[in-house]
Every structure is written in structure tokens, then in C-alpha cells.
């Protein structure tokens, strides 16, 4: 199958980049024998995935007893993790599943996805939010360090300098808050160049987000880098498990069908199959499975009449 053809000057990676409102990838046909399959790539820690195809969704129990598998969602694979969050939660209502805490990874977590499942579905959304890219770049002070005034729309720096009034913008279509300290006091500071990271004398600029999702993300984060956090997220460690089992003992990724119609119920009985497995195997607590006796192998009767 062939891949994307050149693109015309200005396409920047969309058919049409004056009314386009989706990536390439969700438009282009990859695959003469399935027309809804989707070109992929995601970043991961082991590196660069990429496939053709869906995109599957589980959410599984993590309480006492066996763990089964209580929904599946089929979406193309270039939609985002973070795009089916609500489809998934507002699912999980209608099967009479509610007060959840969800454990999912960080595809699925921001501030504003944490405020949407509780304010929403009464649902607390546990998982990691993406740490402020600046303390990866070099040591210093973080957004975190900035204490905030929503009354007077100002923020306060570590060394105490207070900045103007910010104003707002915009970021990824979402409405930010633009903080801009003044260049003599940053430039007089002893911590400049471990602050604002720069050379040229400016200014430090920090991006907030609205009151009740910077709230949010100052609170994971501080929250997140605790033993007590990531012992309570360890939990979720069995879901990693059920995509290894439902990938390599069920061949979840090998699509039977085509269309995403019955990509998913393929999904489902894979499912369905794990659970069945699942509970095959489970016993209620201090009992035991009758099993007849094993027979006696010819190795175990030499050994003894050697002992003899």
C-alpha cells in the first residue's frame, strides 16, 4: 500500500489547509481492503509505535475478586486517548457505574479532563499530568513557585517581585492567562538566569491556566512525585497486564474483519474471552479445586527406587 503522495506548498499535512478541520491522517485512505482503517504513530517510552488500523479502549475492575473487563470502545487510531475520555466515562454511567476513581495513564490526563469526569460524572481521574516542561530544560524555579492573586490577576515571584496584571490568550484554542514580569527587576535579580533562562535580559513569561484547572495541575503535580501518590497509582499496573494478555494470548491487534463496525466486536468477544479465562481460574477465598492426583512419572519412580 502506498503512502501519502507529495503535498502542495502550504499544505502543511492537510488536504485542504482553508477548510480543513481534521489531521491527513484521519482522512486518508491507507488500505484498499478496509477504507475506514488509519494510519498511527505515537511516541512511547520503548519509542516510535506506528500502525494501521483502530484504536481499542478497556476499562477494567481493580477492586477484590477477579479483574474483568466492563467496557470496550473501537475509535480510529489517530483520535487521541484523551478524545475518548468522555464517550468512556459517559458509558460507563449508563451501565450504572458511578463515585468511580479511574486509573489511567497520562494519554488520558489534564487539568481540564480531571474537572470534566468530576464536575460531569462524579468521577476522580487518577493519572500522572505532564510535568512543566522548563524544570526538564535546566534547575530552577517553576510555575509551581509562582504564587498566584486571582483577585488582583497577579502573580508573585520567588524572590517576592509581584508582576503587572496579566491578561488573557489563548493557547491551543483554550483560554490561558499571559504573565509577563518586568525586565529591570528580572534583570536584576541574582536568580535570572536560573528563572527565566535566558541571556537577553527579558522578562519572565509564564502561561496559567484558568483558576480551577491551574488549581488542578499545581495540586497533581506536587502530588504526583509523593511515595504515597505513586503507591496508590501502582494499582494500575494490572491494566499494563490485561493489554499484554489481551495482545499476546488473544491477538487483540490482529483485526479478523474490516470496517470498525467489526473491528469492535471482535474487541468485545477478545473481552469477553479474557473474562472467561479470567474466572475460570478464580476460587472463592480458603477453598480449594478438587484435582485428582497426578500420575506417578518414570523419572519420580526411578529416583525412589535409587533412594531406596
Known sequence: MARRAALPPGAEGRPDPDTASVPWASTEIVSPYDPEAR???????????????YRDHQTETCDDGPRVIVQVM???????????????????????????????????VTPESIHQAAGAHGFVLTGPVRPDPRAREHPGFTKADFIPNWETHTLTCPRGVTSPAWKPTLGDGHERLSVLFPKPACRACPDR????????????HIILLPQQLQEIQTRVRREQD???????????????????????????????????????????????????????????????????????????????????
Open 39 to 53: 494510519y498511527c504513530q505515537k511516541l512511547t517510552a520503548a519509542g516510535k509505535k506506528h500502525w494501521i488500523g
Open 74 to 108: 473501537t475509535h480510529p487510531a489517530p483520535e487521541q486517548d484523551i478524545d475518548a475520555l468522555d464517550a468512556i466515562h459517559q458509558g460507563l454511567v449508563r451501565q450504572g457505574f458511578t463515585g468511580l476513581e479511574h486509573f489511567v495513564d497520562a494519554g488520558y
Open 193 to 204: 538566569l536560573e528563572c527565566t533562562g535566558n541571556t537577553d535580559g527579558r522578562g519572565r
Open 226 to 308: 509523593t511515595p504515597q501518590w505513586q503507591q496508590h497509582y501502582a494499582i494500575r499496573a494490572g491494566c499494563e497486564a490485561t493489554v499484554s494478555e489481551t495482545v499476546h494470548a488473544h491477538g487483540l491487534r490482529h483485526c479478523r474483519y474490516h470496517g470498525i463496525a467489526k473491528t469492535h466486536v471482535q474487541h468485545v468477544l477478545t473481552a469477553a474471552g479474557t473474562n472467561i479465562v479470567r474466572l475460570g481460574g478464580h476460587f472463592p477465598p480458603g477453598t480449594i479445586p478438587l484435582r485428582p492426583p497426578r500420575r506417578t512419572s518414570q523419572f519420580q519412580r526411578l529416583c525412589r527406587h535409587l533412594t531406596q
